[in-house]
C-alpha cells in the first residue's frame, strides 16, 4: 500500500492542476486498520524498525503536499491509519468510523507521526489519555475533541469531502498553497518567526497572474477565473 501511496503523491505533488487530494478507502468498513500484526511478528527488530520509518516518511510526504487534503474515514481508522489521517489537513469521519492509537496495547507506541501530530491537534492532555489507555473512539467523540472536523452519516464522508473541496476549489489555488505553507510552517515557530514565514508566502502571490485577476473580477463584479498562474 505504501508504494501506491507513494506513487500517487508523487504523480500529484507538482501537477498544478490538482487543488485538492481526497484519500478514502476502497475496503467496505475500513479506512486504514494499520499493520499486519501476523506479518510484524515475523519481522527482526531491523525490519520492523525500517518498516516504521518508511511509514514515517510517508507520512511527512503527505502532509507536506502544497495542496489541501481531507481523509475520508469509514470504518476503522487505527494505528497507522489514524495517523495517516492526522496527516492531512482535514479528517471527516463517518458514524459507523472507529479511530485510535492502540500501540501501547501491544507494548509499543505510535511510531508514525502519531505522539506529535495528535497533540498538536487534539491537545497534550486528551493526545496522552488517548495513547495511554489505547482507546478507541466513535466519530461523535472524535469531532467533540477535535479529532475529526466533521462527524457524518455513514458512507457519506467522501460526499463531505468532496462538498468541502468544492469550496475550496473556487480560491485562487497560489493562495490556497501558500496559505497552507504559512500556516503549517508558522505553528511549529515562535509568533515572530511565523510572521516572517507568512510575509515570504505572501511575496509569493504578489507578482502572480490569479492576484490581477481577482482585483478585476471584483471590479467588473464577476467571479475570478483563476489559472494558477
Excluded: H, W
Excluded at 75 to 90: K, N, P, R, Y
Excluded at 192 to 203: F, K, N, V
Amino acid at each position: 500500500m505504501m508504494r501506491e501511496m507513494r506513487e500517487a503523491m508523487d504523480s500529484v505533488r507538482f501537477d498544478t492542476k490538482v487543488r485538492v487530494v481526497v484519500l478514502q478507502s476502497t475496503v467496505d468498513r475500513v479506512f486504514c486498520a494499520g499493520a499486519d500484526l501476523k506479518e510484524r511478528i515475523k519481522m527482526t527488530p531491523e525490519e520492523a524498525a525500517a518498516t516504521v520509518f518508511g511509514l514515517r516518511s510517508a507520512f511527512t510526504e503527505l502532509e507536506q503536499l502544497p495542496m489541501p487534503t481531507i481523509a475520508a474515514i469509514e470504518g476503522a481508522a487505527l494505528g497507522g491509519g489514524l495517523e495517516m489521517a492526522l496527516a492531512c489537513d482535514f479528517r471527516i469521519a463517518g458514524s459507523k468510523a472507529l479511530l485510535g492509537t492502540p500501540e501501547t496495547g501491544l507494548a509499543i507506541l505510535p511510531g508514525a507521526g502519531g505522539t506529535q501530530r495528535l497533540p498538536r491537534l487534539v491537545g497534550l492532555s486528551k493526545a496522552k489519555e488517548l495513547i495511554f489507555t489505547a482507546r478507541k473512539i466513535d466519530s461523535v467523540t472524535a469531532e467533540r475533541i477535535g479529532l475529526v472536523d466533521y462527524a457524518v452519516e455513514a458512507n457519506t464522508a467522501l460526499d463531505k469531502a468532496f462538498e468541502l473541496a468544492k469550496e475550496i476549489l473556487p480560491n485562487g489555488p497560489i493562495g490556497v498553497r501558500c496559505a497552507k505553507e504559512a500556516i503549517t510552517k508558522g505553528m511549529e515557530v515562535d509568533l515572530a518567526s511565523g510572521m516572517a514565514i507568512e510575509r515570504a508566502c505572501y511575496a509569493q502571490v504578489i507578482p502572480t497572474k490569479d492576484r490581477l485577476e481577482g482585483l478585476k473580477a471584483f471590479q467588473e463584479k464577476r467571479k475570478p477565473v483563476y489559472k494558477g498562474e
